[in-house]
């Protein structure tokens, strides 16, 4: 079968490799559309620690079964599904905490072992996802839950105004899932295009910090308390430092990104205004749960997110188109079969 492999930095092709072997208690998967994230632009540029080559790439998927054990009452040959990409070792402490998504011993598909970009996968039964959506749309729900997943930690209510920092794919899935819980959602980045498809997301507000004053602007939205909530999803240090910074007193701040340099603050605001600091990671069946809820709800603007669909013998070009023009990309979709 044909699968995109990354042979190093800088070097992807498409190449046969063996069909997968389906074991007893997996699903036997065709591979319909796999979305490209920022960890797969990190792993392309060398960049990615976690990852090591030859690698297939691959963890936001939508397929179709082909075969599975005859007695698997709730799935069928034909239903397209999605799946979580996530492994747990049930062991560790995150796992007897029942925050699986944190496994010290976590293997991502396309990370720390091959992932989906290839015709057919197959992948153990408790991980799959039948749902009744498009399958450009099931594509969608694995980096929409991250996303989710900060919103869930930050604990977000409709009592609640939330800032959310980028605007990206993840991010997206931050301002759509605070939007769906009725958090009153503002949205932070400098691209308009990218906040525009906030706004069509659900975001109430929309502010480009690159031409607007950041401060005055979240001061004058939130009668200069702050908001409640920040979620910070770019990664930058000076993003790291405004999301304390601007948060209410008493506020939850949520880190999806990490700065890939160190990151100096002024540590009194932490104790002065008693803020409970969270990081995020990957996420849980119940965030799974909601994400698919909330597209079958028809409010998040699927075509909007998605910049560009390939065939994958174009893929290796797409990424490194992406890799100079990293602004203009929110989500590649590769069509595999």
């Not at 794919?169 to 899932?177: E, F, I, S």
């Amino acid at each position: 079968m044909k699968a995109l492999v990354m042979h190093g930095p800088g070097s992807i092709r498409v190449n046969d490799v063996p069909l997968p072997a389906r074991k007893v208690g997996e699903a036997l998967l065709q591979v319909r559309y796999v979305g490209l994230c920022g960890t797969d632009l990190s792993s392309y540029r060398g960049r990615n620690p976690l990852v090591s080559y030859p690698r297939i790439p691959g963890h936001e998927i939508a397929a179709t079964i082909v075969e599975i054990d005859d007695d698997s009452s709730n799935l069928s040959v034909g239903a397209a599904v999605t799946l979580s990409p996530y492994t747990s070792c049930g062991k560790c402490a995150a796992c007897r905490n029942r925050r699986s998504n944190a496994c010290q011993f976590n293997q991502t598909l396309g990370v720390q072992r091959d992932g989906a970009l290839a015709e057919y996968i197959s992948v153990p039964l408790e991980k799959l996802y039948p749902v009744r959506l498009g399958l450009r749309e099931l594509s969608l729900v694995e980096p929409l839950t991250v996303g989710c997943h900060a919103v869930a930690r930050a604990r977000v209510t409709d009592a609640d105004t939330v800032a959310i920092f980028g605007c990206g794919g993840v991010g997206l899935g931050a301002v759509a899932a605070s939007a769906f819980r009725g958090g009153r959602t503002i949205a932070i980045d400098v691209d308009d295009g990218k906040l525009e498809i906030a706004k069509k997301a659900g975001a109430a507000y929309t502010i480009n910090s690159q031409t607007q004053d950041l401060g005055s602007v979240l001061s004058a939205l939130t009668e200069k308390l702050g908001p409640q909530v920040v979620i910070e999803a770019v990664g930058r240090p000076e993003t790291f430092v405004a999301a304390v910074e601007r948060v209410a007193y008493t506020g939850r701040v949520v880190y999806i990104g990490y700065a890939k340099e160190p990151v100096t603050y002024e540590t009194k605001l932490f104790v002065q205004k008693e803020l409970d600091i969270m990081g995020t990671r990957n996420a849980l069946p119940e965030n799974f749960r909601e994400v698919i809820q909330m597209l079958e709800a028809g409010t998040f603007p699927v075509d909007d997110m998605i910049s560009a669909v390939v065939p994958m013998h174009e893929a290796p070009e797409q990424l490194r188109q992406w890799d100079q023009r990293p602004g203009e990309i929110t989500k590649i979709l590769v069509k595999v079969s």
